[in-house]
């Protein structure tokens, strides 16, 4: 009896521990850090010490900065305010941009930064993140998702180029209004390729020229510019990127196979990415956002752009 009586003391204990640390879970359940905030040192195998910051509470989601060339820290000072209570953003600058040295080994391959972003994911000790992409940033966020499928739990696409053919041809098209009649034939000769006529525009393109093509408002260029002042603007990569092979491969057709929940956020006045250029993503389970923007709507339309992650990630499966 004492035996039985000893049995059955231990199964109560058992299942008060369990109602205890249930209640616990459910006392605390919400968005709590996966990670400590702050500036870790991440180091990659080649010996790049990649800047990274980490902020917010929430699902853990890093942030794929464009350019190429560009860095983390203009996004961050937009797209934070917008999320830091739901996801812990991952800031980190690509090599040979921003904050992150330039590789003297000059591999600024997509197969490298690929690589870099996996060894980010690793160093952080985490099972699988988010990935938040702006413009160029969308060649390697969706070329990391084809590669890595297990390790995404969702992609938040915004005004992401994934083909820079396109993007070019999108450009000069954009830009032609502006243009004086005498420049604009050249352009316009189907002859010649995107990548002849978008060198073409380059010289002729004056900084009120990419002012309109990118903003919907002086104000929005004003804002980034302001927000760009802290960019050392030593890095190396934006003189690589549009020139290496790697990044002028069609993404558009790895879209198909990627199978994670996508958020496709597009500006209808982006004459950089083009305002159509989304229609051509075949992501099989995406949602689209349209915003009266340009290229850059988490500055011209923040309100818009927090609503719209806000409103995916609550349809967004927490086990994938």
């Given at each position: 009896?004492?035996?039985?009586?000893?049995?059955?003391?231990?199964?109560?204990?058992?299942?008060?521990?369990?109602?205890?640390?249930?209640?616990?879970?459910?006392?605390?359940?919400?968005?709590?850090?996966?990670?400590?905030?702050?500036?870790?040192?991440?180091?990659?195998?080649?010996?790049?010490?990649?800047?990274?910051k980490i902020t917010g509470k929430g699902l853990p989601c890093v942030f794929i900065h464009g350019g190429p060339g560009a860095w983390s820290g203009m996004p961050e000072t937009f797209i934070d305010p917008l999320?830091?209570?739901?996801?812990?953003?991952?800031?980190?600058?690509?090599?040979?941009?921003?904050?992150?040295?330039?590789?003297?080994?000059?591999?600024?391959?997509?197969?490298?930064?690929?690589?870099?972003?996996?060894?980010?994911?690793?160093?952080?000790?985490?099972?699988?993140?988010?990935?938040?992409?702006?413009?160029?940033?969308?060649?390697?966020?969706?070329?990391?998702?084809?590669?890595?499928?297990?390790?995404?739990?969702?992609?938040?696409?915004?005004?992401?180029?994934?083909?820079?053919?396109?993007?070019?041809?999108?450009?000069?098209?954009?830009?032609?209004?502006?243009?004086?009649?005498?420049?604009?034939?050249?352009?316009?000769?189907?002859?010649?390729?995107?990548?002849?006529?978008?060198?073409?525009?380059?010289?002729?393109?004056?900084?009120?020229?990419?002012?309109?093509?990118?903003?919907?408002?002086?104000?929005?260029?004003?804002?980034?510019?302001?927000?760009?002042?802290?960019?050392?603007?030593?890095?190396?990569?934006?003189?690589?990127?549009?020139?290496?092979?790697?990044?002028?491969?069609?993404?558009?057709?790895?879209?198909?196979?990627?199978?994670?929940?996508?958020?496709?956020?597009?500006?209808?006045?982006?004459?950089?990415?083009?305002?159509?250029?989304?229609?051509?993503?075949?992501?099989?389970?995406?949602?689209?956002?349209?915003?009266?923007?340009?290229?850059?709507?988490?500055?011209?339309?923040?309100?818009?752009?927090?609503?719209?992650?806000?409103?995916?990630?609550?349809?967004?499966?927490?086990?994938?």
């Amino acid at each position: 009896m004492l035996i039985a009586h000893l049995g059955q003391l231990r199964r109560m204990a058992l299942l008060l521990l369990l109602l205890l640390t249930t209640g616990a879970a459910l006392a605390s359940d919400g968005p709590k850090p996966a990670l400590a905030n702050g500036t870790p040192t991440i180091t990659t195998s080649d010996g790049i010490r990649l800047f990274t910051k980490i902020t917010g509470k929430g699902l853990p989601c890093v942030f794929i900065h464009g350019g190429p060339g560009a860095w983390s820290g203009m996004p961050e000072t937009f797209i934070d305010p917008l999320v830091k209570d739901k996801l812990q953003m991952v800031w980190y600058d690509q090599r040979g941009s921003g904050r992150t040295p330039n590789d003297p080994n000059k591999n600024y391959s997509l197969e490298r930064q690929v690589q870099d972003l996996e060894e980010l994911r690793q160093q952080l000790g985490l099972e699988k993140w988010l990935l938040m992409a702006h413009s160029f940033g969308g060649t390697i966020a969706t070329e990391y998702a084809a590669r890595y499928p297990q390790r995404v739990q969702g992609l938040m696409l915004l005004n992401c180029t994934l083909s820079l053919e396109e993007a070019m041809k999108n450009t000069v098209a954009g830009a032609l209004p502006y243009l004086p009649a005498e420049a604009k034939a050249p352009l316009q000769d189907a002859a010649k390729s995107a990548e002849e006529r978008f060198g073409m525009l380059m010289p002729q393109m004056k900084p009120e020229i990419w002012q309109k093509l990118q903003y919907k408002t002086l104000e929005g260029h004003q804002k980034v510019t302001e927000a760009d002042k802290g960019n050392p603007g030593t890095g190396e990569f934006g003189s690589y990127g549009f020139s290496l092979p790697d990044y002028r491969k069609n993404f558009l057709e790895l879209t198909p196979q990627i199978k994670a929940p996508v958020l496709v956020v597009t500006g209808k006045i982006d004459n950089c990415v083009g305002p159509e250029h989304y229609k051509l993503f075949r992501f099989p389970n995406q949602q689209v956002a349209q915003m009266q923007t340009g290229h850059v709507p988490f500055v011209e339309e923040p309100e818009a752009v927090g609503k719209a992650i806000a409103g995916w990630l609550k349809k967004l499966p927490r086990k994938v």
